[in-house]
């Protein structure tokens, strides 16, 4: 597998990951779900596998705390 630096950060390195294992296990399609810190990936992989991810699920996930239109409080 490619290291995350040359294929665009680690969320785009987790969506190839997901991709492979489902290949592997001879799945066309799948659902995908991150839960905090695994939200961003859950994300990629709906983004980066749109013929492949029937849906995604993204729990307490993160975004930076200076995102522009974010209210925090």
């Keep these: 597998m490619n ?3 040359s294929t665009g950060g680690p969320w ?3 969506a190839a990951d997901v991709s492979s294992i ?3 296990l001879g799945i ?3 659902a995908v779900m ?3 810190g695994g939200g961003p990936h859950a994300l990629a992989c709906a ?3 749109p013929e492949r ?3 995604v699920v993204c729990v307490a996930g993160l975004a930076p705390f200076r995102a522009e239109g974010l209210d925090w409080f």
């Design 34 to 36: 991150g839960y905090s």
């Design 53 to 55: 991810v029937l849906g």
């Design 3 to 5: 290291s995350a630096a």
């Design 22 to 24: 489902a290949d592997a």
């Design 12 to 14: 785009t390195s987790a």
């Design 47 to 49: 983004a980066l596998l």
């Design 28 to 30: 066309d399609r799948f």
